[in-house]
Every structure is written in structure tokens, then in C-alpha cells.
């Protein structure tokens, strides 16, 4: 499946049981992009087992935890009205071993260097989502 907002082929991935609610569209299986971010309901087709998240950065959390922490990042654009999935998406990836901090300290990184050009401010939607979760 290509991106919706950019055309690049995006990384498809189960979402983990619990977090369906939070998931675009309530689906089973999402899809976050590598050049631009953004995650999207994807076709209810299975998804590889493990899921190519090292596309999106090398540093991506892999597994569950990967995949909650996508739907995290897929929160971020509209944060203040996602606040609830935000704190679900965050507490089950930390529940699975991601560190969220260092995860997102990463992808900046990322953006830094260009490998990533989301179409928000990560790091200023990283700070806010760390203020209304932490705050």
C-alpha cells in the first residue's frame, strides 16, 4: 500500500489486541510511512509477521511494542484531540519494552538528518504530547 499523503510505499502491521479503538478507522491492520510518517488504516490483509519498521528508521521499536508505537506516532498531528490514544498507544509500547523517549529522541534524529520529513513538527509535537500526558 502506498501513502496516502506522500506515495511511498508504507510498512503495513497488525494492530496488537486492546488497541483496535485507537487504530485509524478501528482496523485490525495499519500502516505507518517511512518518508512522511503518517498512519492510515491499511487492507485487511495479513501483514508480514514482522513487520519492516527498520524502513522508517533503523532505530524503530520492532514487534507489538513497534506497532503500539506507531500508533503513536500516528497520534501526534492531532494530539490534543487524540489525548486518550495517545496515553494507551504510549503506555502499551512502554509495556512491551519501547522505550518511548529514546524512540522518539531517535526519529528526530531522523528528521534532523532529512531521512524522515513528516509533515508536522515532531519535536514540538513530542514536547506536547510529553506536557498533556506528563503535565
Given amino acids: 500500500m502506498n501513502c496516502p499523503t506522500c506515495d511511498t510505499e ?5 494492530v496488537p489486541e486492546g488497541l483496535h ?6 482496523a485490525a491492520v495499519a500502516s505507518v510511512c517511512p518518508h512522511c510518517l503518517a498512519v492510515a488504516a491499511a487492507p485487511d490483509t495479513a501483514p508480514a509477521d ?4 527498520d524502513r522508517v528508521h533503523e532505530s524503530f521499536p520492532t514487534g507489538d511494542g513497534g506497532a503500539a508505537f506507531a500508533l503513536l506516532v500516528g497520534t501526534l498531528p492531532s494530539i490534543a484531540l487524540n489525548k486518550d490514544a495517545a496515553r494507551a498507544t504510549r503506555a502499551r509500547a512502554e509495556q ?3 522505550d518511548t523517549a529514546l524512540a522518539f529522541d531517535r526519529l528526530v534524529e531522523a528528521v534532523r538528518a532529512a531521512d524522515v520529513v513528516p509533515e508536522f513538527d515532531l519535536q514540538r509535537r513530542v ?9
Fill in 10 to 14: 508504507t510498512v503495513a502491521f497488525s
Fill in 21 to 26: 479503538e485507537y487504530a485509524p478507522d478501528g
Fill in 50 to 53: 514482522d513487520p519492516a519498521f
Fill in 96 to 98: 512491551d519494552g519501547v
Fill in 127 to 135: 514536547h506536547q504530547l510529553d506536557s498533556l500526558l506528563d503535565g
